[in-house]
Structure formats: C-alpha cells, structure tokens
C-alpha cells in the first residue's frame, strides 16, 4: 500500500495535534483486532451511533476481522495510535473501499471522542483523499447522520458537497469529485504538524 500514496506522504506519520498531543498514523495491521476492540469500547454510545448509525454494543467478530484486513485492491484503511502514558492505544481509524470496477469509494472516520476537535479526522480525511486519487478513483462519498454537524462541517472545508440521502431523511450524502484539487495540504491552518517516522 505504500506505493499507493502521493509523493511526500509516508506511512507511518507523526502528527502533532492541535492541543500538543502527538499520534502516529499508520496503515492498520492484522494484529490490530485488540487495539480496535478496545478502541470500540472506549466510545459512547452517541459515537457508536454516528459511526454505525445504529445502537451497538459490541462488534461481531467477523467485523473485527474485516476491519482489521482490508483487501488490498478495494480498501485502504488507517488508525492514528497514541502513545501517551507510554501505552500504544488506537485512538482514531479511517477506511475507504470501493466495489469491484467501481470509481467511486466509499469513506467513515471514527475519532475516540476525548480526541475530537484536535484536527485528526480531517487529516485522516485528507490522507484517505490523497490515497483514492492516487489510485485513479473519480469520487469519493459518504454517509453520514444529519444531526453530525462536525463531520459535515468538516467535510464540506475539503470540498465535499453535502446533500440529502434520497433514501434516508436521517442522512446526508458527503461527495467529492477527486478529479482536480488538492485537498492535502499539510498542517495548513489546521494547527497540526506532520513529520514521517
């Protein structure tokens, strides 16, 4: 997956975060199924919901597994670690996929919700936009709950256009044309810094 990704972004990646904090982000790994658990177990019940968009208790295994095994051809998937208290901990993931011949992928970020409003969902956007673009994807979308008024906003500040779900009141349909643009640009006016590892 490394050589998927433009020139000048290289996984892993130090970020330094709004408030001092710093992450790394990296492409998920196999033996991330614990991490991702116990990540999943540390969001409330309204993040469940947003990322899900149902009541969730606990993830079935299979989901676990997919998560944690993206197909190579189809997906690409993140997960910023913290290493504070000198404990590595997920504390964020972001993932796209696309259907088979399809040149349109499908995006979802989750941020533990004691790391919102730092900018890390908006990086990992960025470095899932620069991913589909490199691969020769044309669009990118996603669904996301109308009362998440975060992610809209953020999404809409990388160019995404928002609009209603036609099948769905309750949703709003994310899209970005990933034709031209560069919606990467590194650390400007997000007060976050990048460096590779």
């Known amino acids: 997956m ?7 972004i290289t996984l892993p990646m130090r970020v330094k975060l709004r408030d001092g904090r710093a992450v790394v982000l990296r492409e998920i790994q ?10 999943f177990h540390r969001l409330s019940a309204d993040s469940r919901y947003t990322r899900f968009m149902m009541a969730m208790r606990d993830p079935s295994a299979g989901m ?7 197909l190579p051809d189809r997906e690409f998937a993140l997960v910023a670690v913290s290493t504070d208290k000198r404990v590595d901990r997920i504390v964020a993931g972001a993932r796209y996929a696309h259907a088979p011949g399809s040149d349109t992928c499908e995006f979802a970020v989750t941020v533990a919700d004691d790391w919102h409003g730092l900018g890390l969902a908006g990086r990992l956007l960025q470095i899932l936009i620069a991913s ?5 994807l044309r669009r990118m979308e996603g669904y996301v709950l109308a009362m998440n008024t975060p992610m ?9 256009v928002d609009r209603p779900c036609p099948d769905d009141p309750t949703l709003r349909v994310m899209s970005l044309s990933l034709g031209d643009g560069d919606a990467l640009v590194a650390g400007r006016g997000s007060g976050i810094t990048t460096s590779p590892l």
């Open 2 to 8: 490394q050589n998927d990704l433009p020139i000048g």
């Open 64 to 70: 676990l597994e997919a998560a944690t095994h993206p």
């Open 30 to 39: 196999a033996q991330d199924q614990e991490g991702m658990l116990a990540a």
């Open 152 to 160: 809209r906003r953020l999404a809409r500040r990388l160019g995404f």
């Open 132 to 136: 589909a673009r490199e691969r020769g």
